[in-house]
C-alpha cells in the first residue's frame, strides 16, 4: 500500500468514498477546490491501484487540523487508517506543524480508537455540533515537535 498526495484523477473515487461516509459529504468541486488551496492537503491511500482511502488537513503555520480521514469499508481494520493518518502528521510536523487538533461524532468509536491509537486525547466538547443527526462533537489533540519523528 502507498499513501501519496492526490490529484486531480483521484477525486472522483475519494467523493464516493466521501459519500458513503459522511451524511455532510463535501461536493466534487469543494473536494477539487482543496487541491490548490494554500495550506490543505489530500492524500490518498492506494493498494494495487485502487484507491481504498483518503485524508484532508489544514495547516495554518504551526497547527494542523485532520480534517478527514475516511477508508474503504471493505478494507477497514488493516491500519489504513493508521498509516493514512500516520503520514498525514508526519507531513504537517515537516511543515512546522506542532499542534494537531479535530472534532469527531460521540458515537465514532473506530475513529475514536484511531486517534487515541495515535496520541490523541480529548481536549473538550461541543454539545449538540453535528447535525443530521444532532450529536455532540468530541474534540481531540495532540502535539508533535519535529524532533520526536523518527
Ligand atoms: C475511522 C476509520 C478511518 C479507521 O480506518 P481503519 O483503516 O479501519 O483503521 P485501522 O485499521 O488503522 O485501525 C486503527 C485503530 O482503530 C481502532 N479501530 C478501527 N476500527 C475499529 C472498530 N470498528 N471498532 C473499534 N476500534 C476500531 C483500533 O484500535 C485500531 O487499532 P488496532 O488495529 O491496532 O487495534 C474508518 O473506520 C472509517 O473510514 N470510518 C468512516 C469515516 C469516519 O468516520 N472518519 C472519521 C471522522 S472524520
New binding site residues.
Given amino acids: 500500500m502507498t499513501i501519496r498526495t492526490a490529484t486531480t484523477a483521484d477525486i472522483t473515487t475519494i467523493f464516493n468514498?466521501e459519500q458513503k461516509?459522511?451524511a455532510d459529504a463535501w461536493s466534487l468541486d469543494s473536494l477539487a477546490g482543496f487541491l490548490n488551496e494554500k495550506g490543505r492537503s489530500v492524500y490518498v491511500a492506494e493498494e494495487a491501484g485502487k484507491i481504498i482511502?483518503y485524508g484532508v488537513t489544514m495547516q495554518v503555520v504551526d497547527e494542523c487540523e485532520?480534517?478527514?480521514?475516511?477508508?474503504?469499508?471493505l478494507?477497514?481494520?488493516?491500519?489504513?487508517?493508521?498509516?493514512?493518518?500516520e503520514r498525514m502528521i508526519r507531513n504537517a510536523a515537516v511543515d512546522g506543524a506542532k499542534l494537531f487538533f479535530?472534532e469527531?461524532?460521540e458515537s465514532?468509536?473506530?475513529?475514536i480508537?484511531?486517534y487515541?491509537?495515535l496520541g490523541f486525547t480529548k481536549s473538550g466538547m461541543r454539545n449538540n455540533y453535528y447535525t443530521n443527526p444532532v450529536e455532540n462533537a468530541v474534540l481531540m489533540s495532540k502535539c508533535v515537535t519535529r524532533d520526536s519523528l523518527i
Fill in positions: 468514498i461516509c459522511f482511502g485532520i480534517l478527514r480521514i475516511a477508508v474503504n469499508r478494507f477497514r481494520k488493516k491500519g489504513v487508517g493508521t498509516l493514512l493518518l479535530l469527531v461524532r465514532n468509536t473506530p475513529a480508537a484511531l487515541k491509537k
